[in-house]
């Protein structure tokens, strides 16, 4: 299941690439930008500022849709068949997250930005956790091969090595996070296990792939000097990586928590400034790596 395909993107690997976010995620990072593409089923979405009262949403009767006298409530315990509402809405307040697409549809979209790759650019995949995704993630990794098309992966890493393994030979960049080194913080922050995570990178590392691991810096969670140096020594300590990159923590998307009826973990947070990391960026560069701010 993916929740976009963006075309024309410049960032998360070379060139132009397009990008296929796949809805799904085992973990909770409190810091999440994308809320709507952690669940692996489709998300209804409401933008009351963009509620016109068209009342088309009512219509069904469907007990998960009520009226307010400013807009609508959606019951969100009651979980019928979201798709339903995809079309609905003609002023796009309610709005459908995630839908099933075949190979040979991802491909379609894809197949119109290959003429912009010829200067180094490709697709990337992105999520959510593309490695927690079924046999649908090999079918469409097989078929960009095929095509011999550059293909990068944004991971967390957070995945049974049988899932890495077999996409091994099929990518040609990981672009793996690293959160923290810390399995107690680690766990308090994402839900995740990051002894996981950790072994994942020992492992990924003696298979000589081409992997960049960046470093989201949190505020209240791995943003002081001690722990990212704690973690540029564990890269340090893989032998093989090159190049870090450090991404600063942004609230750009803490609206989607309102439009999807949750609580955001990190309401009122400050977004962290590029100009926070030099002494990070000037540590990872004397222990030999290129480093880099943002995506």
Known sequence: ???????????????????????????????CCNPESQSFHPDLLYDARRCKHFGDCLKS????????????????PVTPD?????????????TVSGEEKSTEEMLEAI?????????????????????SQ???????????????????????????????DRCLGLVDTFLADLKHTNLEKFRLFTGGKAGLVMENFRKL???????????????TFNHTMPEMKQIIDFVTSLGYVKEIHFLPYHNLGSEKYTMLGIDNPFTGQKHV???????????????????KIGG
């Open 61 to 76: 009767g469907d007990p998960m849709i009520s009226s307010t006298a400013t807009g609508i409530r959606i019951n969100r």
């Open 111 to 131: 197949d119109k930005d290959v003429p912009f790759y010829r200067h180094g650019g490709g697709v990337t995949l992105s999520g959510g956790e593309p490695l």
């Open 134 to 164: 079924d046999d649908s993630l090999i079918y469409l990794l097989t078929a960009l091969k095929q095509k011999q098309l550059d293909v990068a992966v944004e991971t967390s890493l957070h995945a049974s090595w049988e899932k890495i």
């Open 205 to 219: 590392t003696a298979c000589n792939v081409h992997l960049i691991i960046r470093i989201p810096v949190i505020p």
């Open 273 to 291: 400034d590029g100009s926070e990391l030099n002494e990070y960026t000037e540590y990872a560069k004397a222990s030999g790596f290129i480093t």
């Open 1 to 31: 299941m993916i929740f976009n395909i963006q075309r024309f993107s410049t960032h998360d690997g070379q060139g132009i690439r397009t990008m296929v976010f796949f809805k799904g995620c085992p973990l909770r990072c409190r810091w």
């Open 82 to 94: 979201v798709v339903k509402y995809k079309n609905v809405c003609a002023s796009k307040a309610l």
